[in-house]
């Protein structure tokens, strides 16, 4: 597994770089990342990098067609062995080129410089990459572990103010799985306020602490086979279902987005299974309607029933039950609870 280290003079590729001598290096970028961080990365870079910018930025760039497109780059070129791939990018970017490095003859060294919040939160640590297959996300995809992954806040700069809101709904998701009910309130009014220009040092205490708290579960269950891994997946059945959802509709919704949505509805849920004087299922409620004004849904969302359908789709899910993580009364995190239309219907209209 591979710490993501805070790196914001990114010294840590550099050390990397002249140790290990890559025969070639590559840095895979979208539009947005070549525009506003390349700049910052490139002249730190030996004379003959390769820049392998991908035509198109956001959910699409996760397609096998980008993937292939970049296999065909790299073996034109003669990458062998002992080249190098550094992903430079959001989550989607993170992924695609984590996927495409773990995939090349059988696996090249590749490093990550992680340049949304949602990625530097969360994406690109965990050592899971993937792409989509037709609406259904991450369907193909391998565990694979970077040698590094530089967080470097200073590319916060410039991110909208609604990427920087997405990445912060997986933050507040590790909060929930690390700290006890009782503090989430705290927790939450802690959060950065995004209106306005934002500092983006004021950003790397809370990355450390998304970082830690994901590492942490992540190293009890690397590849997912003992079942604690799955409670990273915390608000994100309802999320999903969501997102491809709209993905299907051509609407905008980002991954984080979603996700808060997902949380809003998994904490419904989780409050419907206790007495409803239990102090918990009130703090769980509270905290819905929090996420709801924190993070509005930017799309107005179809009755249960078509959502429905797509949850039952995810790939937690066997063909008879939609699956979900739920909070028991002290906050603790319940994987492969089973949920009914009924209570997933109830929660959305809570
Ligand atoms: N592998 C995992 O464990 C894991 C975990 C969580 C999420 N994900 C994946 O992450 C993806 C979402 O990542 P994302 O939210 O970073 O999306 P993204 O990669 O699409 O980035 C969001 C947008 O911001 C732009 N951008 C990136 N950096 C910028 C910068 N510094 N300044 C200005 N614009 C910038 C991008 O070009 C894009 O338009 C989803 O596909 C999700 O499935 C993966
Ligand atoms: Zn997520």
């Not at 550094?86 to 696996?107: C, E, K, M, Q």
């Not at 918990?280 to 249960?304: G, I, K, N």
């Not at 039952?312 to 939609?322: C, F, P, S, T, W």
Request: aromatic share 6%.
């Amino acid at each position: 597994m591979t710490t993501p280290q805070l790196d914001p003079q990114l010294h840590h590729v550099l050390d990397w770089i002249d140790r290990t001598r890559p025969n070639r290096l590559a840095v895979i970028m979208d539009p947005n990342t070549e525009k506003h961080c390349l700049p910052v990365v490139s002249p730190l870079l030996p004379p003959h990098t390769d820049f392998l910018r991908l035509s198109e930025a956001g959910e699409g760039v996760k397609r096998i067609e980008h993937a292939h497109a970049l296999w065909s780059s790299l073996d034109e070129a003669g990458y062998d062995r002992n080249s190098a791939i550094i992903g430079l990018g959001g989550g989607t970017v993170t992924d695609l080129s984590a996927f495409v490095a773990s995939t090349y003859l059988r696996g090249v060294d590749f490093w990550l410089i992680p340049t949304t919040l949602l990625a530097m939160v969360d994406a690109a640590a965990g050592g899971k990459t993937g792409i989509n297959l037709g609406g259904a996300k991450n369907r193909i995809g391998t565990f694979a572990h970077p040698t590094g992954i530089s967080l470097c806040p200073e590319f916060l700069a410039t991110l909208p103010q609604r990427q920087l809101l997405s990445g912060l709904a997986e933050h507040v998701k590790h909060i929930l799985l690390a700290h006890s009910l009782p503090e989430w309130p705290q927790r939450m009014e802690a959060l950065p306020a995004l209106d306005g220009p934002i500092e983006p040092e004021d950003f790397a205490e809370l990355i450390r602490q998304s970082v830690d708290i994901k590492e942490g579960i992540v190293r009890q269950d690397v590849e997912e086979t003992n079942g604690i891994r799955k409670q990273l997946n915390l608000g994100h059945t309802a999320g999903h279902a969501i997102e491809s959802w709209a993905m299907a509709e051509g609407l905008e919704l980002l991954h984080g987005e979603a996700v808060a949505w997902g949380l809003g509805v998994e904490l419904a849920i989780s409050a419907g299974r206790m007495a409803p004087d239990a102090p918990a299922a009130a703090a769980m409620l509270a905290l819905r309607s929090t996420l709801e004004t924190q993070f509005p849904c930017p799309v107005s969302v179809p009755p249960p029933e078509a959502l429905w359908a797509w949850a039952r789709m995810d790939k937690k899910n066997d063909a008879e039950a939609v699956r979900m993580v739920l909070l028991s009364e002290n906050g603790d995190p319940l994987v492969d609870q089973a949920v009914s239309l009924e209570e997933f219907s109830a929660a959305c209209g809570a």
